[in-house]
């Protein structure tokens, strides 16, 4: 399953940011996933739902972004970026054209936002 292995690179990317302290911290974590992935966003949002059930994880949200993957058209010489599966030349229509497939997802960035006390009360007994 494509879908697990991308939600255990988020575990790890997650783990590597946040410290025990800030495990419930309000986190939103930034992947790119391939237009062109049999795995589209609402599967791994599914699979990170399921597989992180038990974990602190409450505050975490996965934004999934598309990757923008070079393709290159053999008929007209021209390129460009796509974010959408697409088999044909956006220029031309031509359907000989490479598209480069070096990965077909990753962890972008962790947005962690910590919650900000305004003051710290303490309670002295005695
Ligand atoms: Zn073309």
Known sequence: ???TRFVQQIFTALEKKLTKKASSAQAT????LS?????SAGNLLAAFKELSK???LKGVSIKVQ???LPLACNSCNRST?????VFSCP???SADVTIKMDKEFYVDSIDVKRKQRKSVKKR???
């Open 35 to 39: 237009p062109l992935s049999h795995v």
């Open 124 to 126: 002295i007994k005695g």
């Open 29 to 32: 974590v930034n992947v790119r």
């Open 66 to 68: 598309a990757l923008a």
């Open 91 to 93: 220029f031309c229509g």
């Open 1 to 3: 399953m494509h879908e």
């Open 54 to 56: 038990g974990m602190d």
């Open 81 to 85: 970026l796509i974010t959408k599966k």
